[in-house]
């Protein structure tokens, strides 16, 4: 089956730290990879995407790289501030027929100023 | 509105009661999608419709769980005979046509059940 499997949260950094949020996964097929935020009292959002191995996405400073040998999509960041205090999941769509997103359990990040 | 708008925000209900979730899509999007939040397991599909019909029910939980979906936009997911455990943020998402259109979500419904 299709699975993503996220570092474990709590992530407390201070501000202008590097950050690092392991993301793994498990799929049949050929899947397109993603990062979501959430940040709080909002909905969730697209960060960025990447839809075949050795894609990198990247938006606000963020950047994931499709890794196909290693199954991976470990989001970073390389100095983070205070606003990009939220929780972050990764996940995958599999097209078959349904568009339907695998999430990871989601990492909670605090970033302290 | 531009965005996914869904009612209400906030439903509290007892146990045994039923409920009705309210999605209003994007307009112009003909997928339509629902996904539950909960503490113990996490953001899960539900359910995923195509205009008007549903070719993939697979994550409804129980036979309690239904939804449709009318005129190609509105869609409503009810929930009958309420238990503690349904209690969860119910997201509604939408995209376009074609091979991966990004899903834009509602600000969810959050499900308390006494």
């Known amino acids: 089956g299709n699975s993503v499997t996220q570092m474990e949260g709590p992530v407390t950094l201070s501000e202008e730290a590097f950050l690092t949020i392991n993301c793994t996964y498990t799929a049949t097929g050929y899947p397109s990879l993603f990062w979501y935020v959430q940040y709080p009292g909002e909905g969730l959002q697209l960060l960025l995407k990447?839809?075949?191995?050795?894609d990198k996405g990247s938006n606000k400073g963020f950047e994931a790289t499709y890794r196909k040998e290693t199954t991976s999509f470990h989001l970073e960041k390389g100095s983070v501030q205070v606003s990009d205090s939220a929780v972050y999941f990764c996940?995958?769509?599999?097209?078959?027929?349904?568009?339907?997103?695998?999430f990871g359990q989601g990492t909670r990040l605090t970033i302290n100023p | 509105g531009a965005g996914v708008s869904q009612s209400p925000s906030n439903k509290v209900t007892e146990k045994g009661k039923d409920v009705e979730l309210r999605c209003d899509p994007i307009s112009g999007h003909t997928a339509l999608y629902w996904y539950r939040q909960s503490l113990g397991q996490g953001l899960e599909f539900l359910i995923y419709f195509q205009g008007n019909s549903a070719p993939d029910k697979s994550g409804l939980p129980s036979d309690r769980f239904s939804a449709e979906r009318t005129g190609g936009s509105v869609s409503t997911l009810t929930i009958q005979r309420t238990q503690q455990e349904d209690s969860a943020v119910y997201l509604c998402?939408?995209?376009?046509?074609?091979?991966?259109?990004?899903?834009?979500f509602g600000p969810g419904t959050r499900l308390t059940v006494l």
């Open positions: 998402a939408s995209s376009g046509q074609g091979a991966y259109n990004e899903q834009f």
């Open positions: 996940a995958l769509v599999v097209f078959q027929g349904a568009q339907k997103l695998v």
């Open positions: 990447a839809t075949k191995a050795d």
